[in-house]
């Protein structure tokens, strides 16, 4: 590993004598420490796993193990992209994700300048905490909950009917389901999206509003002007992080809040995977279904990395 | 201070790196591990309790045996099992109560050949009262690789009515589908509630009312599994025909394919949503309790199963095999391993062992009776407290209920064992009923290799199944036909017709019982 130095001279050109490895270790020995259990983990469960990718080009069974499993090539990915559902699950996360993005993405922006305009501290702290509570909802809890609300005799639909309206089949119909399915994820995520943003609009210099209010520039303005432009590299990382995600997505997600009546949007790739691998065992096409979609994520993140860089932001990588 | 949390950190670092290099404890005994169903009884621990510590102080101290339960969740067994099995920590009996995943273990290589020399040395009382299915069925490719629990009849699958209801809308018990649906119809005009409708997945049995007897040999072969549902058969599409109906008409629940569990079901049926519901009636079963605390008026019948038939004189019923759990031995299990569990299997049947597993301490969870049957004490909730089923899910190794030398004491033990005290009347209706469908009744085609794509596509099918036969019943009358075909045609691309295809094949071939 070689450290990057500060091409801007500056402090870094004081630095040449850079220290040894050994004094680095030794005068940070408690850094590392703390960094080792974190990179183990990483190196096990991240890297690790990469050696089972190989039975995405096997015909593996479970009980002969990997190395007895027979070669079969790309045979398991013309199985998997000639299924009935293939088609069907790419389109579908695409669909779910791309909307995901589209709603879910620029919602914790519009919290966090919101927020961030709120003057009560109480009121701002008290706010805050509620916002990020859903996140720490798991799921399954979310979707016992949502269909206990949103079924035909749920309570909402009980208000609706009892106030004179028509029940609404917010997770009984597809087109309802699908935004019902938005929507949920947007209230889940919403709040705990603003911390980085809250962080981020910390670091925009003071000196900077006070010129624009010295100018004259409303609130409005100084939010359009000042506060987004400060944010926008934070912006631009998260948005190629998000975009490598299009392809993924969360299984639990889908399946929690799936139902068989509603299925045109809920054939995912995760879920696919989940039935193929966990539910069947056909561990081959599963992991070969799962690396397409990572080697198609991966694809979509270095090439909107490469964007951003054209448009003169600095990147991810 | 600094120092302090370094050395704080170290050591927690030191102790997580080294706990997992922490030496098993070793012992000279052999390990036999048994499998346990886990149903997710509250507070029940189900490889730690009273009867696993009993059966290891009795069993296995003894015969220097250390008996290992591993707990196998119900609800995902293939998936427990397909796990452990490839992780090489799965214990070493491999159990399935449907013939089709148990060869499928088969096929994957999980098991290994049994010497049933060995078996009758070891496990002599068993060998001897199941040796003839052994013979029968546990022979796949020439080498003998089941043994089997029996399974004596049973009778408490039963479906609740509300008799309450009924005799509020002026009708009587229904023996025909048309009288059930009328029933239900009068119901609905009185306001009262659905029929009891549940997500039907993963087992498929819902076509033999509307099958014919005498059946077809072939037909029956090729489409009757229980993991894989017959959606293109006529059958089936008779009986989406009727349930496209029944939803149309407002009496099954609009949104009764939420109701994926038997919970949800249940939770219907005693909120007086619905009046109707199926289930394995048992003498603790809570059900009616539950039902009376909200309905005290409520009045409860055995619901005839004929009332499920187009026409009860010629329709077919599902017979089981004749054995419960069907066995085999893990392949990675080594000789002195395989012989322990042998002699595990005997032991349960020596002496009173199997009687206190089924029943638990006298005296303190029940009394004999003059019969020499254990009457239950009633809220019993001591250390020795049974099961929620009765710690079915360990000796349901050697039978799937319980068993007694007459036949009059075999009935006064099945009314203690199943039904609710003041309800003995719904078990009794049930063994009329049953005894009546006994000639109409048939078990599914046993094939003698394993059908593989039948594990290759029952999941995917099954997912399917629900989408396409939700969308059957949920379209509008006239659209039913155009539905159902297009289903018909998915549900053969997505590999029905390659079951269908080597089911024909294997049974052309002769290779079927």
Known sequence: MTLRTDTNGGLARRDLRRPGWGKTLRNDWELYLLLLPPMLFALLFKYGSYAGLVVAFKDYKILKGFFASKWVGFAQFEKVFATRDFARAVRNTLLLNGLDLILGFPAPIMLALLLNEVRGRAFKRVTQTLLYLPHFLSWVIIGAIAYQLFSLSGIVNTVITNAGGAAVPFLQENNHWLASYLMIGVWQNMGWGTIVYLAAITGVNPELYEAALTDGATRLRRMWHVTLPGIRPTIVTLLIMNLGRVMGGSFERVYALMNVATTEYTYTIPVLVYRWGLESGRYSQATALGLFQSVIGLLLVLGSDFAAKRFGEEGLL | ?513
């Open chain 2, 1 to 513: 201070m600094k120092k302090a949390l370094s050395i704080v950190l170290a050591l927690a670092l030191a102790m997580s790196l080294g706990l997992a290099f922490t030496a098993r404890a070793s012992v000279n005994t052999v390990t036999i591990k048994i499998p346990v169903y886990d149903r997710g009884f509250e507070g029940w621990n189900v490889t730690d309790n009273y009867y696993t510590q009993w059966i290891q102080k009795e069993f296995g101290d003894p015969n220097g045996v250390n008996v290992q339960f591993v707990a196998i969740t119900r609800s995902a067994e293939v998936q427990d099992y397909t796990q452990m099995l490839a992780a090489g920590n799965a214990p070493d009996i491999v159990f399935h109560y449907d013939m089709p995943q148990a060869v499928a273990y088969q096929a994957e290589g999980a098991l290994q050949p049994l010497d049933l020399e060995e078996f009758k040395q070891y496990a002599p009382t068993y060998y001897d009262k199941t040796i003839g299915m052994v013979e029968q069925y546990g022979e796949l490719d020439g080498e003998t690789y089941f043994i089997f629990a029996t399974r004596p009849t049973a009778y408490n699958y039963l479906t609740l009515i509300r008799l309450d209801w009924v005799e509020q809308v002026g009708k009587t018990l229904p023996t025909s589908l048309k009288e059930l649906d009328e029933l239900a119809l009068a119901w609905r005009e009185a306001g009262l509630g659905y029929l009891n409708h549940q997500l039907v997945k993963d087992n498929f049995t819902y076509s033999y009312p509307f099958r014919t007897w005498p059946n077809d040999d072939r037909e029956h072969a090729l489409y009757s599994e229980l993991g894989v549902a017959d959606f293109t058969w006529g059958p089936s599409r008779d009986y989406l025909k009727e349930l496209n109906y029944q939803y149309n008409a407002g009496i099954i629940d609009p949104e009764f394919y939420l109701n994926a569990d038997t919970n949800e079901a249940l939770a219907d049926f005693v909120s007086g949503r619905a009046g109707t519901y199926s289930l394995y009636l048992a003498a603790s079963s809570p059900v009616i309790s539950s039902l009376l605390a909200n309905f005290p008026e409520a009045k409860l019948a055995t619901l005839n199963p004929a009332a499920g038939y187009v026409n009860p004189e010629q329709a077919m019923e599902r017979g089981y095999w004749p054995f419960g759990m069907i066995m085999g031995i893990n392949g990675k299990t080594d000789e002195t391993t395989r012989v322990a569990v042998w002699k595990y299997l005997e032991w349960m049947l020596r002496g009173d062992n199997l009687f206190k597993l089924e029943n638990g301490v006298e005296g303190e969870n029940y009394t004999l009776d003059a019969d020499g049957l254990a009457v239950a004490a009633p809220d019993f909730s001591g250390p020795s407290l049974l099961s929620a089923n009765k710690n079915k899910d360990y000796w349901c190794l050697w039978e799937e209920s319980a068993t007694y030398p007459t036949d009059e004491l075999q009935q006064k033990a099945n009314l203690l064992n199943w039904a609710p005290a003041g309800y003995e009347q719904l078990i009794i209706d049930s063994k009329a009923y049953f005894d009546a469908l006994t000639p109409y009744r048939a078990p599914d085609a046993l094939f003698t290799t394993a059908v593989t794509t039948v594990a290759e596509y029952k999941a995917d099918l099954n997912a399917l199944w629900q989408e396409l036969y939700v969308k059957c019943a949920m379209a509008a009358p006239e659209d039913f036909d155009k539905v159902y075909e297009e289903s018909a045609k998915a549900f053969l691309e997505a590999g029905y017709q390659e079951i269908l295809d080597q089911k024909a094949e294997l049974y052309d071939a002769g290779k079927v019982k």
